[in-house]
């Protein structure tokens, strides 16, 4: 069983940046495939980006490429996602999620452990 907690969302104006923290717990979290996902009021959640446990290898949704950054730090057993340039089309619940695959996946179901969310609101 691996627990997740989200942290760092809030309210920014377009152009701004943001940090979101993902703490993970429990047995053998740090060798997760970690990912994150979003999802906007009527929507259905989408991913966003994806590391390896060993963080060498990263995925990224083409909307967010060049300005989020997915990071990790096993020894703390926190996930990051650095969000720059950020856009009112961002604003979003913000989903942390943890797979056992190998692999780095994009799709939703193939992930099996989520957090609660963290809003994150951009302003025009």
């Known amino acids: 069983q691996v627990q997740l907690v989200e942290s760092g969302g809030g309210l920014v104006q377009a152009g701004g940046s943001l940090r979101l923290s993902c703490a993970a717990s429990g047995r053998t979290a740090s060798s997760y495939v970690m990912g994150w996902f979003r999802q906007a009021p009527g929507k259905e959640r989408k991913f966003v980006a994806a590391?390896?446990?060993?963080?060498?290898?990263?995925g990224y949704a083409d909307s967010v490429k060049g300005r989020f950054t997915i990071s990790r730090d096993n020894a703390k057993s926190t996930v990051y996602l650095q969000m720059n340039s950020l856009k009112p089309e961002d604003t979003a619940v913000y989903y942390c999620a943890a797979a056992s695959s190998w692999y780095i996946s994009r799709i939703r179901r193939e992930y099996d452990y989520w957090g609660q969310g963290t809003q994150v609101t951009v302003s025009s």
């Open positions: 590391i390896s446990w060993t963080g060498d290898n990263t």
